[in-house]
């Protein structure tokens, strides 16, 4: 039984990166979708009829095809089906390259082009996931082309000579690896240099804010005496030299600001590395929470530039209900998504944010929505992409 379920977990983890890696990569999938629903049927004329070859099956080519248009076309999905494109984008990416030109391969014996062809599809198979899952994915392919080709051919031979091929396409995946491992090389210490340089930033910048907080402390100690002597002085006819009415007013209000601004700086310092330390999540330190209670916390701790900035969130958090994590990253998660709308509210110059709260039978919705100008259908799939980005200031690593 402990076998059964430890086969099921590497399963379930197997599962898990897989589609993670779809999510990732989906924002390829418009243009993959274009050249396989040209591709697959362009190329039956090919190889049928310009250079034709021992085997060749339109079928299998439209269906190659019609899981294409349904890339193509993803963006027009109902909104309750996009939750399974990833999916989608990790079945159709299955077939469409190491199935097909595998069985394609297996089917015309080996020919050159053929094995051009599978070579092909290995590289952009690799350009597209992780060197981990594309390895994965070309041996399910290839074993489920195995499986077909032995059932639907009546004396399937595999010569040895073939399994010469096995070593140019264990060469071509390794090559391929390597490129891939440097990538995510280059990414973690372009990550590493991150960290590094914004905890040199946040030490150099709190220590100045630590200075100017406690300036201000001290100043909103005493600055009510200091306006009750001049209006006293003033009421006595004193020889002093008068305030502006306007620069009066200010000084009522100036410390305020002034620590309304600081606050503003180390929220967004802690913002920052929250940011690019990302934090390890510890589930034993969970606990029941009320979404409520973090949204109004979130926005009664949240930088606010000005009254008006604040006066465009609108909340309806009647549905209140309850989830089992982190306060501060729940608050860490409603900073980041307020720090964007607002920022592409100011840059249109018009806008409101909404935060609501629903439930049903099933589920417990968060909907954070605003009227900036939104997100591109391209833009949506490299959302979650490590250091994408849209903004010139942003990092890609908020999300």
């Keep these: 039984m402990g076998l059964l379920q430890t086969f099921v977990h590497l399963v379930k983890k197997l599962y898990h990166v897989l589609t993670d890696e779809a999510q990732d990569s989906q924002y390829l999938a418009v243009p993959l979708g274009w050249l396989g629903f040209i591709g697959f049927p362009a190329y039956y004329y090919i190889w049928h009829t310009l250079y034709p070859q021992p085997y060749e099956n339109l079928t299998l080519r439209l269906v190659g095809s019609v899981l294409c248009l ?3 076309l993803h963006r027009y999905w109902p909104q309750r089906l996009l939750g399974f494109f990833p999916i989608y984008w990790f079945l159709t990416t299955l077939y469409s390259l190491p199935f097909f030109f595998s069985f394609f391969l297996l089917k015309n014996d080996f020919t050159t082009i053929q094995l051009m062809s599978s070579l092909s599809a290995l590289f952009i198979l690799i350009m597209i996931f992780e060197w981990t899952s594309s390895l994965v994915m070309y041996l399910m392919g ?3 082309s195995l499986i077909a080709y032995y059932l639907t051919t009546s004396d399937p031979i595999l010569r040895m000579h073939h399994t010469s091929y096995l070593f140019v396409f264990l060469f071509a995946m390794i090559l391929g690896s390597i490129f891939s491992r440097r990538k995510s090389e280059f990414q973690k210490r372009k990550l590493e240099g991150m960290i590094t340089i914004s905890t040199t930033i946040a030490h150099e910048l709190r220590t100045p804010l630590l200075g ?3 300036g201000i402390t001290a100043i909103d100690k005493y600055m009510p005496t200091l306006l009750e002597g001049y209006d006293a002085a003033l009421k006595a006819e004193l020889p002093i030299k008068k305030i502006r ?3 009066y007013l200010g000084l009522q209000n100036v410390l305020e600001r002034t620590l309304a601004e600081t606050n503003y700086s ?3 310092i802690d913002i920052l590395m929250m940011n690019v330390k990302q934090p390890e999540i510890h589930e034993e330190s969970f606990k029941k929470l009320s979404m409520k209670h973090c949204i ?3 926005l009664k701790r949240y930088p606010f530039n000005s009254l008006e900035e ?3 969130i609108h909340v309806m958090l009647e549905d209140d209900f309850s989830f089992f994590g982190s306060e501060i990253l729940m608050v860490h998660v409603i900073f980041n998504l307020l720090k964007n709308a607002l920022h592409f509210i ?3 110059k018009k806008g409101s944010v909404y935060i609501r709260l629903a439930n049903d039978k099933r589920w417990n919705y968060l909907y954070f929505e605003d009227t900036g100008k939104g997100i591109s259908k391209e833009e949506m799939g490299r959302l979650f992409k490590m250091f994408y980005t849209t903004t010139l200031t942003g990092t890609g690593i908020g999300l």
């Design 70 to 72: 349904g890339l193509m």
């Design 142 to 144: 290839v074993t489920f």
């Design 212 to 214: 100017i907080r406690s």
């Design 245 to 247: 009415r306007a620069h």
């Design 266 to 268: 180390n929220t967004i």
């Design 296 to 298: 109004e916390d979130s």
């Design 310 to 312: 604040k006066e465009k």
């Design 346 to 348: 100011h840059k249109s």
